[in-house]
Nanobody, 127 residues
């Protein structure tokens, strides 16, 4: 079992920045691919970013590319999402997730690949 706990959400003005954290515990493994997803009210959960176990591979949704940065500190078992130039349309519940299988570059955007999920943290961007 892997436990994931997100933190760092809250209210921020448009153009501002925020950093989300995801602390992992339990059967943690630095080889796991980790991802961030988000879900806005009335919308389906969507991919935001993913990072390989070593951190050597990252992927981003087009809507956040150039504004968000995913990173990880394996020594601290923590995943991060630095969000800059936030827009009202970034408002959503943000979830971190862990994929315990081997890295599949072409599938990191698929939520079904991920085995464990956090409870989510709300990010609200005011205009």
């Amino acid at each position: 079992q892997v436990q994931l706990v997100e933190s760092g959400g809250g209210l921020v003005q448009a153009g501002g920045s925020q950093r989300l954290s995801c602390a992992t515990s339990g059967r943690t493994n630095s080889r796991y691919t980790m991802g961030w997803f988000r879900q806005a009210p009335g919308k389906e959960r969507e991919f935001v970013a993913a990072i390989s176990g070593s951190g050597g591979f990252t992927a981003y949704a087009d809507s956040v590319k150039g504004r968000f940065t995913i990173s990880r500190d394996n020594a601290k078992n923590t995943l991060y999402l630095q969000m800059n130039s936030l827009k009202p349309e970034d408002t959503a519940v943000y979830y971190c997730a862990a994929d315990t299988g081997p890295l599949r570059v072409g599938l990191v955007r698929e939520s079904g690949r991920y085995d464990y999920w956090g409870q989510g943290t709300q990010v609200t961007v005011s205009s």
